[in-house]
DNA sequence: TCGTCTCCTATTTTT
DNA sequence: TAGGAGACGA
């Protein structure tokens, strides 16, 4: 036996590992190393069994993951390797299928793959085209529910024949719209990927042979956010061998609406009832009082108690509960801990993460860090791929790759500014729909500006623009077989003139372009370092790999990252910070109980991630979306814990004005305690800046009360009791 | 046709 | 608050 393979495992770990045949299904809790067991699952393969690692195909959530897996393996076994090994995501995979074999059921090989942006933009044509009022059916809405029909493997044909309401009937004529869109643009959006795999493996016997012969053992990674489609691309693949090992934590399921199922697990149970069950009960990552936290927590939710983790780490130092007077001081306060950690020794910057519920909270964040000059990174947020700049040249590249996307040629066609205006290009698309061809095959066929100006209708002036354009196409297709993504990006910078036209832009134009500059370096790295040379691989590895998937653990800096995104990773010192009623849990999934309780588990899965020390911090007022600061609420998920033993920061941290009222939660809940009523509806109340308003509402919130105040001029406004200094001036009848 | 200005809205999480 | 959509003038 291999010891590097077993040493590092428990006696339940050790029987996941060592049960190959038939499906296995690991449930178990945060840090109990699940992923440990399958990373050691597949050395053991290899290793041990001599399972050619090309036959094993191992799923993970992120890319990111599906790295830090591949990794392991390769360091831990010797004599063999395991570099055919197929890691990734399930869109990753179905893109290296489809890309393979996609022709079988009709798909261009050179398919190109639509972000959101691309498919909202449809969307939007759609419902022109369609006549449907935009304002009563947002591009946005719609767009989820056509993506959570196809997720569960829906089509267009089957919905439009069963669509129940107005909305369903509305959605599966878009959806039917759409779908031709994409088609004939040979453009794939996320689901496709998904849907079009499943539907290559149901309708070509010869491939579905060829796969599920191919991929003897199976292994998927947090079973529990994976959607229809993709549990039935799983029982595609493994219906030969039936050696699928499944690893997930019901308590985990935080994408549902990404339209992940959890019932995924309960499927499985059913479709293969040789099932054999494992439970891991041993934590490794986190403290015992992080871990109580954890149970806590969770024990709020009536659901999916599984074996309760226990730990050898020890109790650990006692959780920290603490409130910033506004975001700004909450996360001045982060900040100042994490130095004082690092100024003692303790930790490193990178060994610190601070966690949210929402990208926009990272800006204040990031604000404090820049000011205390703390290193830091952010993940995911304000994603540099979406900049205007960025698409543009992206756009020119997807056009170049597969020219029949229109949606593509759309958003270039007109920049830079070269004469061909909405009427004009309006003109164009009808032209090309009645006539059933792409843009780009009618610019081919029509090359000649008095051919353009007599058949589609344009002024002179146009159609000698859309001759210009329909050359440079051309050009910039021609010149661009054999050479290099960043080569091609150097071309629509200077033959496009992309620079000059961004050059124009006074204000911004040198930072969009060195936006630009670091798109092409960042394109020459992918080449240099993971040998990415052709366009498609280059457009499949910018569409797929997200932000959190080049997290660089070696750069020493603290982490900024989102709840979601946090999954799967860990951290010894973790803040969580916006614990706060409307925040965490966010406001739009506060009156639906299945989403609270999802809203629950995300919170569950940030506490998870702590290993020594863990933070939750609150700001007393944060800046509303509405309008102006709003006083908030601390969390429920604070109360459900709060009988455990917590601490708050040393006062020493905080450099607040002592004039400004200070209410760290204690003293003020205790000595306004006595002095405190409830404010009965309807009466009136004056208030120092808001004025004269009413009552709207009243409830308690521990010592206090909040009320909902209706103010004349002010509008609704929720206001603590306590604070707010209301002088009540009267009752409405 | 293009660019700027204003107004209006809706406001999470992302492969 | 910010970002998009629509209006309007050059
Ligand atoms: N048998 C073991 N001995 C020592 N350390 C272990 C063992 N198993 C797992 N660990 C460590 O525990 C930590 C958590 O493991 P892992 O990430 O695999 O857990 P997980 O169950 O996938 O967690 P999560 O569901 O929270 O993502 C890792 O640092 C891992 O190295």
New binding site residues.
Partial sequence: MNDQIFSGLNCEQQDAVTTTDGPLLVLAGPGSGKTRVITHRISYLVSELLIDSQNILAVT???RAANEIKDRINNMITGRNAFNLRCG????FCVYILRQHGKFIGLNQNFVIY??NDQ?QVI?ESLKELQID??RF????VL?SI?KHKSNLISYEILSGTSKNFYDEIVARVYENYQNTLNSNSALD??DLLMKAVQLLQNSKEISDFYSNKYEHLMIDEFQDTNIAQYTLMKLLGNKYQNICVVGDPNQS??S??NADIRNILSFQKDYPNTKIIHLSQNYRSTQNILDAASKLIASNNANVINKLWTDNGTGEALIVDEGYSEKEEAEKIIHEIERLVKLKKYKWDQCAIMY?????SRVIEEACLSNRIPYKI????KFYSR?EIRDVISYLKVIANPDDDISIARII?V??????????NKLVDFAKKNNKTIYQILTTFNKADELQQLIG??R??AA?MEVFSNLLEKLITESVGITPSEIIQKIITDVGYQAYLQ?DETNGLDRLENVMELKGLALQLHETEEITSMTDYLDRIA?V????SLDPNENSVTL?????SKGLEFPVVFIAGMEEGLLP????MDDPV?LE??RR?CYVGITRAEKLLYLLRAYKR?G???GSQISIPSRFLSDISDLNVQSLEKTTSNINKNMIIPSSNNNQQEKVHSLDPIEIGTKVLHKTFGEGIVLLCTESGNDYVVDVHFTSAGKKKLLVSLANLQIIGQTK
Avoid: C, M
């Fill in positions: 959530f992120t890319n995501t399930f869109h990753s972000d959101d909202l939007t935009i304002k947002p591009s946005r809405s989820a993506s996320f689901d935080i994408y609406w990404r519920r929402v990208n926009a909270q993940v995911g947020g304000i205007k007109n830079p500014p070269r004469g061909i205006g909405t009427t004009s290009y344009l002024t002036r146009a623009s124009q797929l997200s932000d959190i998937d990252i989102t709840l979601h995104q966010h406001i739009r999934s989403q999802e809203e995300l800046y979306f509405g309008q």
